[in-house]
Nanobody
Framework: QVQLVDSGGGLVQAGDSLRLSCAAS????????LGWFRQAPGKERQFVAA????????SYADSVKGRFTISRDNAKTTVYLQMNSLKPEDTAVYHC??????????????????WGQGTQVTVSS
């Protein structure tokens, strides 16, 4: 099993940047595919980005391509989401998630077994 703790959210203005972090406990960090999802009030949780366990594949939602970057530091067992050029529509609670590697990246919440508690990102216009 793996436990995830999200951090790094905050209140920023449109055009600003934030970096979210997700610290993972447990061994065998590289055996997990890691993802970020977000959920705005009244909306379903949606896929943002994912990074394969092997580190060879990444994927992004169209709405964040070119602005967000997912990365992982296996030595620190941490996954990051660098968010640039933030927009008000990026406002949401962001959750990191993990699933066992070898089954594809995963694009829906049901694809992931482990979740962080979430960190609030608010972008003002």
């Amino acid at each position: 099993q793996v436990q995830l703790v999200d951090s790094g959210g905050g209140l920023v203005q449109a055009g600003d940047s934030l970096r979210l972090s997700c610290a993972a406990s447990g061994r065998l960090f590289t055996m997990y595919t890691l993802g970020w999802f977000r959920q705005a009030p009244g909306k379903e949780r949606q896929f943002v980005a994912a990074f394969s366990g092997s580190g060879g594949s990444t994927s992004y939602a169209d709405s964040v391509k070119g602005r967000f970057t997912i990365s992982r530091d296996n030595a620190k067992t941490t996954v990051y989401l660098q968010m640039n050029s933030l927009k008000p529509e990026d406002t949401a609670v962001y959750h990191c998630a993990a699933r066992r590697a070898g089954y594809g990246l995963g694009y829906t919440p049901n694809d992931y077994s482990y979740w962080g508690q979430g960190t609030q990102v608010t972008v003002s216009s």
